[in-house]
T-cell receptor, first 115, second 112 residues
Framework: GAVVSQHPSRVICKSGTSVKIECRSL??????MFWYRQFPKQSLMLMAT?????????EQGVEKDKFLINHASLTLSTLTVTSAHPEDSSFYIC???????????FGPGTRLTVT | GDSVTQMEGPVTLSEEAFLTINCTYT??????LFWYVQYPGEGLQLLLK?????DKGSNKGFEATYRKETTSFHLEKGSVQVSDSAVYFC???????????FGAGTTVTVRA
């Protein structure tokens, strides 16, 4: 089946620094990828849609200048959390649709801790 | 807009008990419906899906039927195991953009 990977799985950074998270589709191409944020014991909140070759589409309330998304190729999307603050600490998850969109495959997630 | 309302947990069961997690939805079109499962320390995995009314999705002993008349997609399993302990998410996708709307998630703990 389709596999999506994320790197790193965990990252700790200091307040004010930037962190890049990678999302890769390993055995299929993805013109679209999605980035979610999951707070402890809560559901997934869609942050943005990453589109290969064009600008990302952000959900209402998500700061596009803070969460930079780049979909550089058909297998890679990156999320950069700029000038991170402790409130950005969260679990970030990416997904990509496959099989004509009827299924989405999720990465294992990245645990970001900002100190 | 689209939304999913899911029975909140946590739910604690004994092995071999019957599990039901209620899920209802609101959508403007004809959505596809999904159940995803998140095992401890892992990412989300698709458990089952249904793409049109009256379809029944099934996997690993779990079942859910797409009920358009009641806008529901309840998850059931007749006899749970300890290994079924996880967080279960009901979700829908409505439209060609493949976006998923998730329910709040239900934490299920099965005790031996």
């Amino acid at each position: 089946g389709a596999v999506v990977s994320q790197h790193p799985s965990r990252v700790i950074c200091k307040s004010g620094t930037s962190v890049k998270i990678e999302c890769r589709s390993l055995d299929f191409q993805a013109t679209t990828m999605f980035w979610y944020r999951q707070f402890p014991k809560q559901s997934l909140m869609l942050m943005a849609t990453s589109n290969e070759g064009s600008k990302a589409t952000y959900e209402q309330g998500v700061e596009k200048d803070k969460f930079l998304i780049n979909h550089a190729s058909l297998t890679l999307s990156t999320l950069t959390v700029t000038s991170a603050h402790p409130e950005d600490s969260s679990f970030y998850i990416c997904s990509a649709p496959a099989n004509r969109g009827h299924e989405q495959y999720f990465g294992p997630g990245t645990r970001l801790t900002v100190t | 807009g689209d939304s999913v309302t899911q029975m909140e947990g946590p739910v604690t069961l004994s092995e071999e008990a019957f599990l039901t997690i209620n899920c209802t939805y609101t959508a403007t079109g004809y959505p596809s419906l999904f159940w995803y499962v998140q095992y401890p320390g892992e990412g989300l995995q698709l458990l089952l899906k249904a793409t049109k009314a009256d379809d029944k999705g099934s996997n690993k002993g779990f079942e859910a039927t797409y009920r358009k008349e009641t806008t529901s997609f309840h998850l059931e399993k007749g006899s749970v195991q300890v290994s079924d302990s996880a967080v279960y998410f009901c979700a829908l996708s409505d439209g060609g953009d493949y976006k998923l709307s998730f329910g709040a998630g239900t934490t299920v703990t099965v005790r031996a």
